[in-house]
């Protein structure tokens, strides 16, 4: 791996700690503030819809100006929103910071992995996103603890504050170190997207109706599954803890290993057993009969999601060579978070209707149906 790929790793992990830092206790800080139930959906709501949107624009314009400047104008947004954190609380004030959150988002995570693709040799593309993919979920499994720390010693302020020197610093660093892709390569790419060739690409459209299953499924899982182990199997908050943390702790460890896989095997062959497992194994998680089971289904599920997540960002990369990578990982983003923000809605509808387990069914029901079109796409493919 270049030092270009080492900036980027470091630049994305120091940043997605920060905000791991602050989203376990941002509902709380929220709800302390006296946010009523709208002004709460709303201010969750805004960050989902603006990176929904923003993505493949974003994506799409950075393939033909640069990456750096789209990364600086994301890291700009998220200075921003730290230094907005820092003001007296209110309701508008956390709609707007939740707003420029998402669009830094748009800005910095697309154009971020782009880049890592840019970067990636040919036929190592795998091993590349699975690494890279360690800086963020490792700043997810690290921050939430760093910052249960900060916040028993110094409060929400003290979060706000690490978070403020994070970005502002990411800010002044991190787009002197990294290339401008269009200058070193001198092709900028000004002709407009052929639009019938990207919608009959089976394989990318099998691959992010694949990528939005999988989005709803993990939410549902993050959402319910603490519940369903409260309500059903009274286990304690420990066991809970470590249960949600079982999978991305093995997924960490595990995605560099499979991203060499992803680069030494068939991709779409491990995207399917990754995607089957994770599916098959949330219809199953109602019959756990307690913690020992509940954790070695959680454990298998991760795994299979660290089988399918580098093979099928690695194809996504494929397809980015054709049609530009900003654009792919903006599609990538925008089917990812219509699945977030889908997830907690229709849950809801399947608990209140049918009961908690239910839920889980629904979740393994669609991931399968994720599956099936990927595969059937796939197929397709290779068929013309």
Same mark, same amino acid.
């Given at each position: @791996? ?17 905000f791991?830092m ?23 709501s ?5 990176? @929904? ?10 393939? !033909? ?9 994301g ?5 921003? *929103?730290?230094?907005l =954190?820092?003001?007296? %609380?209110? *309701?508008?004030?956390? +709609?707007?910071? !939740? ?73 002044l ?5 990294? %290339? ?9 790419r ?53 249960? @949600? ?5 093995? /997924? /960490? ?13 068939? !991709? ?15 219809? =199953?998680? %109602? =019959? ?12 298998? /599920? ?13 194809i996504? /990369? ?25 997830? %907690?809605?229709?849950?809801?509808? +399947? @608990?209140?209707?049918?009961g ?7 979740s393994?029901? +669609? ?7 990927? =595969? ?9």
């Amino acid at each position: @791996m270049g030092i270009y790929f080492r900036i980027l790793f470091v630049a994305n992990f120091f940043i997605s700690l920060g905000f791991a830092m602050v989203d376990p206790f941002f509902p709380i800080y929220v709800k302390d503030i006296g946010a009523s139930g709208l002004h709460f959906a709303v201010i969750f709501s805004v960050y989902t819809l603006a990176k @929904m949107i923003l993505s493949p624009w974003i994506g799409f314009c950075s393939d !033909r100006l640069g990456r750096r400047s789209f990364i600086s104008i994301g890291l700009g947004f998220y200075a921003g *929103v730290s230094l907005l =954190y820092l003001c007296p %609380p209110s *309701v508008a004030l956390l +709609i707007t910071a !939740r707003l420029f959150q998402g669009i830094g988002a748009a800005f910095f995570r697309t154009v971020i992995v782009a880049l890592v693709g840019d970067q990636s040799p040919k036929e190592q593309e795998g091993t590349s996103i699975g690494t890279f993919d360690i800086s963020f979920y490792s700043a997810l499994g690290i921050g939430p603890v760093v910052g249960a720390i900060v916040r028993s010693h110094f409060g929400m302020p003290g979060i706000f504050k690490i978070l403020a020197v994070i970005t502002l610093v990411s800010l002044l660093v991190v787009p002197f170190l990294i %290339p401008d892709v269009q200058r070193q390569t001198g092709q900028p790419r000004w002709a407009r997207i052929d639009r019938a060739a990207l919608i009959k690409r089976w394989i990318l459209i099998g691959l992010i109706g694949f990528i939005f299953t999988r989005a709803v499924g993990i939410s549902l899982f993050t959402i319910f599954l603490p519940l369903y182990m409260e309500s059903c199997l009274a286990l304690e908050n420990l066991r809970i803890g470590i249960i @949600m943390g079982s999978g991305t702790l093995l /997924m /960490m460890v595990f995605l560099r290993p499979m991203g060499l896989l992803a680069d030494r095997r068939n !991709r779409r062959t491990l995207v399917l057993a990754g995607g089957v497992t994770a599916s098959v194994l949330t219809c =199953y998680l %109602p =019959y756990a009969s307690g913690f020992w089971s509940l954790l070695s289904m959680t454990v298998i /599920m991760g795994l299979g999601s660290a089988v399918s997540l580098p093979a099928s960002a690695a194809i996504l /990369m494929e397809e980015g060579e054709r049609f530009g990578m900003g654009l792919v990982f903006g599609l990538f983003n925008t089917a990812m978070n219509i699945g977030f923000a889908a997830a %907690p809605f229709l849950g809801n509808f +399947i @608990m209140d209707t049918r009961g908690l387990s239910f839920v889980f069914y629904l979740s393994g029901i +669609i991931g399968i149906a994720g599956v099936m079109t990927f =595969y059937i796409c796939s197929m397709a493919r290779f068929r013309c």
